[in-house]
Nanobody, 127 residues
């Protein structure tokens, strides 16, 4: 069992939507900032979106206006709503949790900020 569990991935056609979920396991959800990263084999891991403990959000330029990150502390779950998907969004998506995300010390876009990672979920978008 890992601290974070993703779900909601799958295969869709371009223009459709998916909603990814990230549920904590054994973590105090409200105490962490949550981020989504994605990675294509052979490429570097790419920041997608983050939501801080105070619910402030940050997005990569490539997904801004199409993706929405949110959190439900009562359900101990973070979400990534992905609209207007394109084949370029195809990747393995992982969620991550870090303490004090977005502070001067811990950049929300840096993988080193996040202590806990889920195994990820695959998103495949066809033309």
């Amino acid at each position: 069992q890992v601290p974070l569990v993703e779900s909601g991935g799958g295969s869709v056609q371009a223009g459709n939507s998916l909603r990814l979920s990230c549920t904590t396991v054994g973590l105090t959800f409200y105490g962490y900032g949550i981020a989504w990263f994605r990675q294509v084999p052979g490429n570097a891991r790419e920041f997608v979106a983050a939501i801080k403990r105070n619910s402030n959000t940050e997005y990569a330029d490539s997904v801004k206006g199409r993706f929405t990150i949110s959190r439900d502390n009562a359900k101990e779950t973070a979400y990534l709503q992905m609209d207007s998907l394109t084949p370029e969004d195809t990747a393995h998506y992982s969620c991550a949790a870090g303490w004090d995300v977005g502070s001067t010390m811990w950049s929300s876009t840096d993988t080193s900020t996040y202590r806990y990672w889920g195994r990820g979920t695959q998103v495949t978008v066809s033309s």
